[in-house]
């Protein structure tokens, strides 16, 4: 299973209807998606390269692709 899957699940499971679940995942797997960029850094990020991260996952960048550009 894999982590969308996963949350969907636990969120069915805590009691939240699909209109909630559709709102809140896109949200929850952008900050997982932050947090990937952050381990694969391995050192906190700063506050202007995280705020260039939340952008650029919002835009639909993929993870290795917003390191790309950190690492630039």
Same mark, same amino acid.
């Given at each position: 299973m894999d982590?969308?899957?996963l949350i969907k699940a636990a969120l069915r499971e805590a009691g939240y209807g699909p209109d909630a679940i559709g709102s809140a995942l896109p949200?929850?797997?952008r900050i997982l998606q932050a947090e990937d960029v952050r381990l694969?850094?391995?050192r906190p990020l700063s506050?202007?390269?995280r705020e260039y991260v939340r952008l650029q @996952?919002? @835009?639909g @960048?993929?993870?290795s692709e917003v390191l790309a550009g @950190?690492?630039?």
């Open positions: 982590a969308e899957t949200r929850i797997m694969e850094m391995g506050r202007k390269e @996952l919002e @835009l @960048l993929n993870v @950190l690492r630039a």
